[in-house]
């Protein structure tokens, strides 16, 4: 069967962000996915492997690199040769990181020094990194806390990410969760629902979900929810249409209340319906549902 060099070419995921954040975890699930994978990759090489791949499996075969601050000053080099015209395919930068907590635990159980601590804690390790990526992070089309995520959970992620490799539209996610919990720290916008009043304070409606369509109802009934939706979905659509013109394919909206059990959710699905009926593939998930 004859190498296709001409076809439509296949993506290209640059998997990079904070040590013990889940690169490996990330780069063997995309290689599960149909990715031909290449783990600590200098930068300076991007453009060769695209090239190797091309003429040995063709064009269309999807391209995952893992690269890191093991490859050194590698910042300039890799905005250098992330630009389509250089690799001929279009890039997407994922960023992974967690909090310096999870991470220290992370670095301890694997018992390993990380790579920019020198004879510093491994904390210092971690903030030097922080610091060498800021700008990087700040670029990244996809970015993932793994803070709270275990394995099955991230694998999750980056199925639903890049497991329809073909696809060239916006993904949308739209997650509820509670304001005591934490808000996600990779959410593009956060929307507050406290001003809504709070059905956990009417008997029969504390035991129940916004996914129950009592509970749902009472929320999307209250006063300043109906003006709150009609003014902010279509500021979602329209920022939208702009990720998609800049060449962006992710959109993370995040909508909280106090436990992330009844407003949020209600809210947190609606706004998800709306965004489906105006033609955006968007899914609602619930971070913190179950928790109380």
């Known amino acids: 069967m004859s190498i296709d060099h001409i076809g439509d070419p296949g993506p290209l995921v640059v998997v990079t962000g904070m040590t013990g954040a889940g690169r490996s975890t990330a780069a063997k699930e ?3 996915l149909g990715f031909y994978v290449v783990d600590n990759l ?3 090489l991007l453009r060769d492997v695209v090239r190797l ?3 040995s ?3 269309s075969q999807p391209i995952a690199v893992v690269v890191d601050v093991r490859s050194g000053s590698f910042f300039d080099s890799l905005q250098a040769n992330l630009a389509q015209g250089d690799t001929g395919r279009t890039a997407t930068l994922l960023f992974l990181e967690a909090t310096d907590e999870v991470l220290v635990r992370r670095q301890e159980a694997a018992r390993r ?10 904390l210092d390790g971690l903030h030097r990194e922080r610091a060498v990526l800021a700008d990087l992070r700040g670029d990244a089309d996809l970015v993932i806390d793994t803070s709270s995520l275990n394995v099955h959970q991230l694998t999750d992620r980056i199925a639903e990410a890049f497991g329809s490799p073909d696809s060239t539209g916006l993904r949308i996610r739209v997650v509820s969760f509670g304001f005591k919990y934490g808000i996600p720290v990779d959410a593009d916008f956060v929307a507050d629902m406290r001003f809504l009043p709070n ?3 009417i008997p029969e409606l504390r035991p129940g979900t916004g996914r129950d369509p009592e509970v749902s109802s009472y929320v999307l009934s209250r006063d300043g929810a109906a003006e709150f939706l009609d003014g902010y979905v279509p500021v979602l659509a329209g920022v939208a249409g702009g990720y998609l013109r ?4 992710f959109m993370r909206i995040a909508v909280g209340c106090t436990g992330g059990k009844h407003r949020s959710v209600a809210m947190t699905e609606e706004i998800t319906r709306r965004l489906q009926e105006l033609g955006f593939a968007a899914t609602a998930t619930h971070r913190d549902l179950g928790r109380e």
Not at 117 to 122: E, I, K, P, T
Not at 246 to 249: H, I, N, V
């Open 113 to 122: 020094p990380h790579p920019l601590q020198g004879s510093g804690r491994l």
């Open 199 to 201: 059905p956990h304070w």
């Open 57 to 59: 499996r063709g064009r």
């Open 30 to 32: 995309l290689e599960d």
């Open 42 to 44: 200098p930068p300076s």
């Open 246 to 249: 800049e060449g962006k394919r």
């Open 53 to 55: 791949v091309d003429e």
